[in-house]
């Protein structure tokens, strides 16, 4: 299986993260949590690259809202706001007052609705759970935005501001709030009616990436700006998913390939503005193979590896006749 998404607070009933839930959060976003995060929500997108306005971002908020539902917070669709940011980094983060943000490249590295619900649920869970408001919220959306203004103008000065650098692209909480997160994101997305296993394919493929990409820039992994760099993650991590997931009462079955999201996702912009890539969704046909697809990858190296890590799949299984596959071409 691969490396799985959820882990629990310390003390947290697995069968029952609503325990923690209930702990740390009212019934309702509060006025002041809301009027933070409309006050910071416009300088974040600006400084993430704008607002991606494709035809998948409302796809991407139409699916986070149906997760922000389950958390109790969300009795009507304007309680969340979900953004899609234009960003070529893999990531996801959350501020209060209900504001979701998700990049289009993390976006890209998905092969499922379920995979998404995952991490739009994660993030749902650090705003149901008030994890910000149990630190200086002014002060680490501050942080937030002192680390988009470094990725964005490459300032050392605003790097060490954050003290991380650029690749602080997520308001960094403490682990047992990231684990806290994980068990009300599986929570949300499983009564939302999603496989609460797809966590884990997500976070394998994160893992993935954040390797090749540090394969592809030859520097540590720990130095790649990802979603999965400020989210920890271990094997600690997958064992405690799988109970977790197991816990819902739903079996871990082969999921059936997801072709409805495979295929929205066709024409997404993929890396760097300037690079003018996309993604297109092609079907596997009599004859194919890793190698001759990925030979169609709009890249000068890692063409296989960028393949079987983008489409999620094993370098030694054959490709199914019939199946869809994501390759990334010049626009």
Not at 194 to 217: E, K, M, V
Not at 299 to 305: A, G, H
Request: net charge neutral; hydrophobic share 40%.
């Amino acid at each position: 299986m691969k490396l799985a998404m959820a882990c629990l607070l310390v003390g947290l009933s697995i069968a029952n993260p609503a325990n923690a839930q209930q702990a740390n959060r009212s019934s309702s976003i509060s006025a002041t949590d809301r009027q933070q995060g409309a006050a910071a929500n416009p300088q974040l997108i600006a400084q993430f690259g704008g607002a991606y306005t494709g035809p998948q971002a409302a796809f991407v908020e139409r699916v986070g809202k149906r997760v922000a539902t389950r958390s109790g917070l969300s009795n009507a669709t304007g309680d969340f706001v979900v953004t899609t940011l234009d960003s070529p980094v893999e990531n996801a983060f959350a501020i209060p007052g209900g504001y979701i943000y998700i990049t289009r490249q993390l976006l890209a590295l998905m092969n499922s609705e379920a995979e998404l619900a995952s991490v739009l649920g994660h993030e749902v869970g650090h705003v149901a759970a008030r994890h910000a408001n149990s630190r200086n919220t002014r002060s680490t959306i501050g942080a937030l935005l002192a680390a988009g203004a470094a990725a964005v103008t490459k300032s050392d000065v605003a790097s060490r501001v954050v003290g991380t650098g650029a690749q602080l692209y997520t308001l960094r909480y403490g682990r047992n709030q990231e684990y806290e997160a994980d068990a009300l994101g599986i929570r949300y997305m499983t009564a939302a009616g999603y496989d609460p296993f797809a966590a884990a394919d997500i976070l394998g493929a994160l893992d993935a990436s954040t390797s090749l990409s540090a394969q592809a820039t030859g520097t540590p992994a720990r130095s790649v700006p990802t979603w999965a760099s400020t989210h920890p993650n271990g094997e600690d991590r997958v064992r405690r998913a799988v109970e977790l997931a197991t816990a819902t009462g739903k079996p871990e079955v082969q999921p059936v390939q997801d072709t409805a999201f495979l295929r929205m996702l066709d024409g997404l912009p993929y890396g760097a503005a300037t690079d003018r890539k996309l993604i297109r969704i092609v079907t596997v046909r009599s004859g194919d193979t890793i190698a001759s697809l990925s030979a169609r990858m709009a890249f000068p190296d890692l063409r296989e590896e960028r393949f079987t890590t983008l489409n999620g799949l094993d370098p030694d299984q054959p490709l199914k006749v019939g199946t869809l596959v994501k390759i990334v071409v010049t626009a």
